[in-house]
C-alpha cells in the first residue's frame, strides 16, 4: 500500500499532464503513453528504494527507542537516504557503550556495597528494603527488621529523609544476645540506581561496651583487692602506736600478719604485672626448644614439701617420648605452677593430685595436629558448671573467701590462658562437684 502510495505521488501529476495533453490532441499519443510508462516505471522503482530505506531507518530507530542496541542488521544500509542511516548507526553505537557503561557502574555499586566489611542496607522512600549486603545478611538475617522498627532508628531515618542530613541513631538488641548497635543513616540525593535512597549502615559496638566495662571492672577490682590488704596494714600501724604499744607478744601476732599482708599484695602487684607482660608478647609465638619432660621434673622436685605438709601424694604420669616442643620454658613454668598450685589449693587434703603428660590424641577433643597434652587432676569439691567458662577471666574466684584465705590473687588462671594462647595452644577445665577437677594445656608439636 505504502509502495502503491508513494508511485502514486511521484507519477500522479506528469501521468495526468501527458494524459490530459494527449487527450486534447495537443501532444501525440505514442510518445505520451511512452512518457506516461516511464514516469510509472522510474516513480514504482524509486517508490521501491524509498520504501525500503525507510524500513530500514524506522526499524532502527525503533531499535534505539527500545533499547535494543544490538548491531544486527547493519548488513543491509539505506541506499537514497545513507548519510541519516549512518548518523542513526552512530547513536545507535553511542547509546550501546553508554548504556553499557551504565551496566558496568550499577554493577560496582553493587559489588561494593556487597563486599563492605559493614553491614549495609539500602531503603526506599517508602522505607522498605531494597538491598542487603552480606555483612548485614550474616549479621542480623532475620533481625534486620527488628533494627529497623526501632523507635530511635525510624526516628532517624524520617529525620534524614526530610533533612537530607546524614543521622545517627545508637540501640540495644536484646534478643538473641545483648547487641550494641550504632546506626549511620545516610540519604542518597539523587537516588541509587535501584532506586534506593537511604543507606543504613550497621556497626555492632558490644565488644567496644564489654571491653569498656572490663576496663572499669579491673580497675574497680584492682583497687578493692589492694585495699583490702592495705586498710588492714593502716589498721595494725595504728594499733601498734596505741593500745599495742606496750604488749610484745600482741605486736609479735601483729607483724606477723602485716608481712602476710604485705606479701599478699606483692604477689599481686607481681601476678598483675606478669599478666601485661605476657599480653603484650601474646602475638610473638615463642621458638626457643622446650623439654616438657625435663621441666616437669624439675618443677615436681619443688612441690615436695608442701605436697608432705598436705599429706597429698602426687601420681605422675609422663611418657617416656615426649617431643620437643617450642616454647617459653619460664611461662611454661608458670602455668604448670598455677595448675599445680590450684590443684594443691582447692583439692583433698590427704588425696592424689595427678600429673600427666603426653601426646594428644588428635582429632576429637584437641585440634587435628600433633600436640602434648599436660593436665593436672585433683579430688577437690569441683567446680559447678555455671563458673566454668568465666575461670580465667581476671579475679574471678568460685569461692572468694576460700581463694583469698589460702593467698589467692584470682589472677593464676588469667595468666595461664594468655601463656598458652602465646603458644597457640588450647586450655580445657572440666570438672565434676564433689569429685575433682582436670585442668589440661594442649601444645602444638612445631616440625622443623
Ligand atoms: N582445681 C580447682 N578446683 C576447684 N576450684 C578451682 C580449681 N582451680 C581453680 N579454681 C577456682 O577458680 C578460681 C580462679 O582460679 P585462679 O587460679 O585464677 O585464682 P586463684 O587460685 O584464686 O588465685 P591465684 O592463682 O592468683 O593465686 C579460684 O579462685 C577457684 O575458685
Ligand atoms: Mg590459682
Known amino acids: 500500500m505504502k509502495l502503491i502510495g508513494i508511485a502514486a505521488f511521484l507519477a500522479g501529476a506528469p501521468v495526468v499532464v501527458l494524459a490530459f495533453l494527449a487527450a486534447m490532441g495537443w501532444a501525440s499519443l505514442w510518445p505520451a503513453l511512452a512518457g506516461i510508462v516511464v514516469c510509472v516505471a522510474t516513480s514504482g522503482a524509486f517508490a521501491l528504494v524509498w520504501g525500503r530505506d525507510l524500513d530500514l531507518l524506522t526499524d532502527a530507530v525503533r531499535r534505539v527507542a527500545s533499547n535494543d542496541l544490538n548491531p544486527r542488521g547493519t548488513a543491509e544500509s539505506p541506499v537514497l537516504m545513507e548519510a541519516l542511516g549512518r548518523e542513526v548507526s552512530r547513536i545507535s553505537r553511542r547509546l550501546a557503550i553508554r548504556t553499557a557503561l551504565q551496566e558496568q557502574h550499577r554493577r560496582a555499586d553493587t559489588l561494593i556495597l556487597e563486599r563492605l566489611p559493614d553491614p549495609v542496607l539500602v531503603l526506599a522512600r517508602d522505607r522498605a528494603i531494597r538491598r542487603t549486603n552480606a555483612a548485614a545478611r550474616s549479621a542480623f538475617g532475620d533481625d534486620t527488621a527488628a533494627v529497623l522498627r526501632h523507635p530511635a532508628v525510624r526516628g532517624a531515618i524520617d529525620k534524614a529523609i526530610t533533612t537530607k542530613l546524614s543521622q545517627t541513631a545508637e540501640i540495644s538488641l536484646p534478643a538473641p544476645v545483648q547487641r550494641d548497635i550504632y546506626a549511620t543513616i545516610v540519604p542518597m540525593d539523587p537516588p541509587l540506581a535501584d532506586g534506593g535512597e537511604v543507606l543504613v549502615v550497621l556497626s555492632d559496638r558490644t565488644r567496644e561496651r564489654v571491653i569498656e566495662h572490663m576496663r572499669a571492672d579491673f580497675v574497680a577490682n584492682v583497687s578493692h583487692e589492694l585495699r583490702t590488704p592495705l586498710a588492714s596494714l593502716i589498721g595494725f600501724v595504728e594499733t601498734l602506736r596505741g593500745p599495742a604499744a606496750d604488749d610484745p607478744p600482741a605486736q609479735q601476732r601483729f607483724l606477723e600478719i602485716m608481712a602476710e599482708q604485705g606479701a599478699r599484695m606483692n604477689r599481686l602487684i607481681d601476678d598483675l604485672l606478669s599478666l601485661s607482660r605476657i599480653e603484650l608478647t601474646e602475638h610473638q609465638v615463642p621458638s626457643d626448644p622446650l623439654d616438657l619432660k625435663r621441666l616437669l621434673e624439675r618443677m615436681v622436685a619443688g612441690y615436695e614439701p608442701r605436697l608432705k605438709d598436705r599429706k597429698v601424694e602426687l601420681a605422675l604420669r609422663i611418657g617416656d617420648d615426649l617431643p620437643i616442643l617450642t616454647g617459653d620454658a619460664d611461662q611454661m613454668a608458670q602455668v604448670l605452677q598455677n595448675l599445680l598450685d590450684n590443684g594443691l ?97 594442649w601444645l602444638p608439636v612445631v616440625q622443623s
Open 345 to 441: 589449693k582447692y583439692g583433698r587434703d590427704g588425696g592424689v593430685l595427678t600429673l600427666t603428660a603426653a601426646e594428644a590424641i588428635p582429632g576429637k577433643v584437641w585440634p587435628n595436629r600433633r600436640g602434648v597434652v599436660v593436665s593436672v587432676t585433683d579430688q577437690g569439691a569441683g567446680i559447678p558448671r555455671e563458673h566454668l567458662p568465666r575461670l580465667t577471666e581476671r579475679f574471678y574466684r568460685v569461692d572468694k573467701g576460700r581463694s583469698r584465705a589460702v593467698g589467692g590473687t584470682g589472677l593464676g588462671l588469667a595468666i595461664v590462658k594468655h601463656i598458652v594462647n602465646r603458644h597457640r595452644g588450647q586450655l580445657l577445665i572440666e570438672s565434676e562437684e564433689g569429685k575433682g577437677t582436670t585442668v589440661s594445656v
